[in-house]
């Protein structure tokens, strides 16, 4: 038995070794993406139909007032694709909605 607790080991960290060696699953960018904006619920959503990564919903509103200017942004949590991410927003005119995805 003392001569087999070697080869034992050996053949067990050669085991680890290759589990370790195993690359990961690459990640794909979420696809099929689209947004709806809800004035009367004041909600922003996006939603990614596909992919591995996630997405957020961001949102940048301009103030009624001029001189405080487009100044108010808005965004989702990263969620993973087949998943809404919304966000809240103002009564304020939206200049721009943009999908983020990582």
Do not use: N
């Amino acid at each position: 038995m003392p001569k087999l607790l070697p080869r034992l080991l050996a053949v067990a960290a050669a085991g680890a070794a290759a589990v370790l060696a195993v690359p990961g699953t690459a990640q794909a960018l979420p696809e099929q993406c689209s947004y709806t904006i809800d004035q009367y619920a004041r909600t922003a959503s996006s939603f990614c139909a596909s992919g591995t990564g996630e997405h957020r919903i961001w949102v940048k509103q301009c103030h009624f007032l001029p001189e405080v200017g487009c100044s108010i942004v808005m965004w989702g949590e990263w969620k993973p694709a087949g998943q809404v991410s919304s966000t809240y927003i103002s009564a304020h005119t939206i200049r721009e909605v943009q999908i983020h995805r990582r």
